[in-house]
């Protein structure tokens, strides 16, 4: 019994050898491929080796090249750097020195202007105070020339009823005569008439007064008469041997009033007095 199992034991195996002498080829070709592989791999390594060694040292010298060239950099930056700090701290100083002295002029210019403004202020008070003084003095002038204004015009007022209204040389009732320089002033003032004052002296040529001519025929100072020749219209009417302060009449084509001439004084060859004029004039034809 021992003997059959043996042998099929040794059949069995010797049934397996061919297994196993595949399974042994199997190894072996997979231990010459591995071999073969590994040497490939080892080579392969190797070069990659060799490669990351020739990049690591150019790395390397790129690195210290560009590292230089950084270094060189950072050094040219930080002296450009120093170079602009300086600048600026000068500029700051020189900013700071402009900025002190521009401010000391700027103070001193309030300073000025600020005295300037004072002084102003000084001159406007006493200018308002000299003012109000003057306001002062016009209004005291105001209140003085209104008082003679008043007085004036009072004194006219008894001047106007002082005078008197008497009867012309042709017949006509004249209006107020004045017998002097106050007087005809108080008749201006009137305003019933225009008013024309004359000085005439004895000459054969007619003298004008407003817008009629006289001539001086005699001058009687110690009677207080005169003659005279009045050319108005182109026509000339003698008035003759006539009395101061008396109205000599006449017509000229303008008026419907006739004119007056009031002579007030009589001297040698000379005679002193007004012309009254209508206000009333028709336009010439």
Known sequence: MNNIDAQQEFHHRKS?????VATIAVLAA?????????????SRLSQLETSIHSDLSSMQENWQSSAGATQ???EALQAQLADERGQAARAATQANRSASR???????????????????????????STANEKVADVINHVSTVDTQVSQARSDIDKTIADLKSVQGDMGVQSGLIATNGKELAALRELGERNYVEFNVRKANQPQRVGTISVI??????KRNRYTVDVIADDKKVEKKDRAIN?????YVSRAHQPYEIVVN??????????????????AAR
């Open 265 to 282: 004084e009589v001297k040698k060859d000379q005679i002193v007095g007004y012309l009254a004029v209508p206000k009333v004039l028709t």
């Open 102 to 128: 521009h401010a000391d002029e700027l103070a001193k210019k309030i300073e000025t202007e600020q005295q300037q403004v004072a002084t102003a202020l000084s001159e406007v008070k006493e200018s308002a």
């Open 72 to 74: 060189k950099t950072l």
């Open 30 to 42: 997979g231990d010459v491929y591995f071999f073969s592989h590994t040497n490939k791999l080892e």
């Open 216 to 221: 001086l025929r005699k001058a009687d100072a």
């Open 16 to 20: 397996q050898l061919p297994l196993i």
């Open 246 to 250: 008396e109205p000599v009449q006449f």
